[in-house]
């Protein structure tokens, strides 16, 4: 049965794909032993997976630490520890002092919720860090606080991660253990994409960069998790605002490419219009693409 509701993070996550699950998920495998969001970032993804054992995965601590504590943490303290803070600093989408007072205050002495509450008054709801961690986003005035919608996006994102069997680490992805895994598991990957970098990952702000060295190593992990009879799928775009990748665009072709916008379906990957649009892509190791060889340990 096609599914006509998933759950939204309550973090605006740049490059999050909430408005692409409907396009992502019939193409994954269907009820996988265990499901890893190599890169989770707001874990639009992972949270609704359907899977024995989830892992929700990203090496930025701050936002694995805040997922910790939306699963261990009842609903009613949440709301009422953002409630407090509210009220304690007048926060709201005009008064820019008070976002500062609290944006100061976070940064003295950094909390996991503290670092939601932030998100919901900055600028477009952005995650930003300077080179020594602090919180650095502008207010985001009139445009963000917090509000019903992202209270109910709260409250069925915190509900999964307590009802759901999620695993959180914060491996960087080149020494994640896929030792033990086989045929029955499925690995899904949203990394930072080359020719469109965000801001937290442009090795300026206090984390890793992501340049073609990290392009190259992962795209080299998916082909040995691929000979090791493990399932993946891997998004990310091949043409973005006059940049193309040739680097992955050559690497797709031993899988099978499904272009996200389907008026791409049957294009080639130079068709004309490509320098003025972002072509998004699932990669996949299955569904017609190369089969995968008979599992082998290369982990």
Not at 124 to 148: A, L, W
Not at 155 to 168: D, G, I, S, Y
Request: hydrophobic share 35%; net charge negative.
């Amino acid at each position: 049965m096609m599914r006509t509701a998933y759950i939204k993070s309550p973090l605006n996550y740049i490059g999050g794909k909430h408005k692409l699950l409907p396009d992502i998920f019939p193409a994954f495998v269907e009820k996988p032993r265990r499901f890893v969001d190599l890169f989770a970032g707001g874990f639009n993804v992972g949270v609704n997976a359907d899977a024995e054992e989830i892992h929700c995965n990203d090496h930025i601590t701050y936002i694995i630490e805040l997922y910790k504590f939306f699963r261990e943490t009842s609903l009613d303290e949440i709301k009422d520890k953002i409630y407090q803070s509210i009220t304690e600093f007048a926060l709201s989408d005009t008064n820019e002092d008070g976002y500062k007072s609290f944006r100061s205050a976070y940064n003295k002495q950094p909390t996991p919720l503290g670092l939601f509450i932030l998100t919901c008054y900055a600028f477009n709801h952005q995650i930003r860090f300077n080179s020594k961690h602090e919180f650095n986003t502008p207010f985001g005035r009139e445009r963000s606080s917090y509000n019903d919608n992202i209270e109910r996006n709260l409250t069925m994102f915190c509900r999964a991660l307590q009802e759901k069997n999620v695993v959180f680490g914060t491996k960087d992805f080149t020494t994640f253990d896929f030792a033990d895994f086989d045929d029955r598991d499925f690995v899904y990957c949203d990394p930072p994409y080359l020719i469109s970098t965000g801001s937290y990952n442009d090795g300026k702000r206090g984390f890793k960069d992501w340049t073609e060295k990290e392009e190259c190593e992962l795209l080299d992990l998916l082909d040995r998790i691929h000979e090791a009879g493990v399932k993946f799928a891997l998004s990310n775009v091949f043409y973005h605002k006059g940049c193309s990748n040739d680097l992955l665009i050559e690497w797709s072709e031993k899988y099978k490419v499904i272009f996200l916008d389907k008026t791409y379906s049957n294009c080639s990957y130079h068709f004309k219009d490509r320098g003025t649009k972002t072509v998004e892509v699932l990669v996949t190791n299955y569904n017609g693409g190369k089969k995968p060889c008979q599992q082998m340990s290369l982990f």
